[in-house]
């Protein structure tokens, strides 16, 4: 089995993604995806790319060439799309962006802190 196959389930499994859901995320048919996972068939390139930003890992963490980081760095996928596009707005757009974020993790911490007592 090769490495590419070995990481890809790892780290899919790892990020608690079934293959049906990342396969959605790649607009490929589910059963394509599973044949990628056996080995009986290798991905195109531009898709291992997709791949590894879905997983987000650089190409050779998904390739087995260097150790793959533990933890997705935003775990939510739908956010993890938002947040690769946040640079496209206009700055006071993106300023807004930011003052929104930062009362929704407020209030989360203050949430955090009330339920505590």
Known sequence: MSAFVERLRLLRSARQI???SLADLLEVNPRVYNRWERGLATPQFDTVVRIADILQVT???????TPAAAEPRIHNHELLSLYQQVNS????EQQALILVIDS???KAQLQKVMSRR
């Open 89 to 92: 707005p206009p700055d006071a």
């Open 18 to 20: 079934t293959q049906a």
């Open 104 to 106: 929704f993790v407020r």
């Open 59 to 65: 190409l050779d963490e998904l390739a087995g060439r």
